[in-house]
Structure formats: structure tokens, C-alpha cells
């Protein structure tokens, strides 16, 4: 099947329910020719096939509930050194986040916490952290800030704000990339995630 003829099964699995789309990219490739660093606006009609790496970001809403979630799925084989490397420290660094993203927190802590990213060789395209709501919100931790966190500690985080927490590493040609996170609400003690889909590399038959 291709990337187009997956967003299809994806969206029907919501709509039939009374669900909407929000976001649904998606990006499929071989893993040993990578060829793009963040899931695709605009879905390919290229082929997937065994040793494939899809890379996504899904959103969908139901009756004012939403949610976002990003995740690689691999294809009939599990990932390569390459990419499995790089989705290690996309986990190490989504969890480093996780355990500082709390009420009073800042972007500068939120930055520090991403650090694995940097010192992996890897930089970042997407955002690290935003806000969710009707549009993408503050704050935001956008690929300019990663290693260069404000002095005066920049925005602070707030009980109740819902935030997707999203690593996206990805090599400096821009040529390899993943993202690996989901929306979280913000508490007083830690925030919380709004999904369960296990953060392991997700790999299907071909």
C-alpha cells in the first residue's frame, strides 16, 4: 500500500466514530536511504515495503476531547543500529523532559532537559515542546533554542496547560529524523500523559 492509502485507514478509524482530523502526517522510506527528517503534510503515493521506517504525527479530536501522538513504525524488520540509536535518545530525552515538566517550571529547564539530543550529534527541526489548543501555543521550544536556553529562564509552565512533548532528533543534513512523544496536561507535580501507546519502536509485518 502507499503513504496516501495509510492516512485513509488511519482517518476512517475515528470518523466512522463522529471523530476529526487534526493532523495526520506521515512519511515512509527505506531505512538505509532516508530521505526526510518529519512526517509528510502531503501524503506520497510511494510504495511501502519491507525494511520501510514510517514516521508520524497523528491528532484527531472527539466531541472537544483531543490528542496528538508521535510515533516510527517499522516495517517487517526491526530498526537498524542507525535508527534505532537515534530513537534511544529520542526516549532518553522525552523522558528527561517529563520528569521536569511541571507547574513553575521553565522553557529554560525544558531546554536543559533536551540536552541528550545535542549531545548525541543530532539537532532538531520540529518543536521540542508546545503548547495545544486551538492552534499550536505557547510556550513553545522551538529548533533555535535547543542548547541556548533564555537567561532569564524564559516562559513558565502552568497547571493545567496541555503540551505535546515531541524530540524530534534528527541529523544535521536533515536527510534522517524521527518524532517520539504526545500530548501531556500540566500538574502541580509532573504532567501527565493523554495516551498509552507504548513508547517502544513499533514494528509490523511487511
Known amino acids: 500500500?502507499?503513504?496516501?492509502?495509510?492516512?485513509?485507514?488511519?482517518?476512517?478509524?475515528?470518523?466512522?466514530?463522529?471523530?476529526?482530523?487534526?493532523?495526520?502526517?506521515?512519511?515512509?522510506?527505506?531505512?538505509?536511504?532516508?530521505?526526510?527528517c518529519l512526517?509528510?503534510?502531503?501524503?506520497?503515493?510511494?510504495?511501502?515495503?519491507?525494511?520501510?521506517?514510517?514516521?508520524?504525527?497523528f491528532s484527531a479530536s472527539y466531541?472537544?476531547?483531543t490528542g496528538q501522538i508521535q510515533r516510527p513504525i517499522f516495517v517487517g524488520a526491526d530498526p537498524t543500529p542507525e535508527w534505532q540509536r537515534m530513537f534511544d535518545v529520542a526516549l532518553e530525552s522525552y523522558q528527561a523532559i517529563l520528569a521536569v515538566l511541571r507547574a513553575g517550571v521553565t522553557e529554560a529547564d525544558v531546554?536543559?532537559?533536551?540536552?541528550?539530543?545535542?549531545?548525541?550529534g543530532y539537532a532538531i527541526y520540529d518543536d521540542l515542546v508546545h503548547g495545544y489548543g486551538v492552534?499550536?501555543?505557547?510556550?513553545?521550544?522551538?529548533?533555535?533554542?535547543l542548547g541556548h536556553p533564555p537567561e532569564d529562564g524564559g516562559a513558565t509552565f502552568e497547571r493545567g496547560m496541555a503540551i505535546v512533548v515531541q524530540p524530534n532528533p534528527i541529523t544535521p543534513d536533515e536527510q534522517m529524523g524521527l518524532?517520539?512523544?504526545?500530548?501531556?496536561?500540566?500538574?502541580?507535580?509532573?504532567?501527565?500523559?493523554?495516551?498509552?501507546?507504548?513508547?517502544?519502536?513499533?514494528?509490523?509485518?511487511?
Open 1 to 36: 500500500m502507499t503513504d496516501v492509502e495509510l492516512v485513509a485507514i488511519a482517518e476512517s478509524a475515528y470518523r466512522s466514530e463522529g471523530g476529526i482530523p487534526r493532523i495526520m502526517f506521515l512519511r515512509s522510506m527505506a531505512m538505509d536511504e532516508p530521505n526526510g
Open 39 to 57: 512526517p509528510a503534510q502531503n501524503p506520497s503515493r510511494r510504495q511501502i515495503t519491507a525494511g520501510d521506517v514510517v514516521i508520524t504525527e
Open 63 to 65: 466531541w472537544g476531547y
Open 111 to 120: 531546554i536543559r532537559a533536551g540536552e541528550p539530543i545535542r549531545e548525541a
Open 135 to 145: 492552534d499550536i501555543m505557547p510556550p513553545i521550544v522551538d529548533r533555535t533554542q
Open 179 to 206: 518524532q517520539l512523544g504526545e500530548l501531556t496536561v500540566v500538574g502541580e507535580d509532573g504532567a501527565e500523559s493523554l495516551h498509552d501507546v507504548p513508547l517502544e519502536p513499533l514494528v509490523t509485518a511487511a
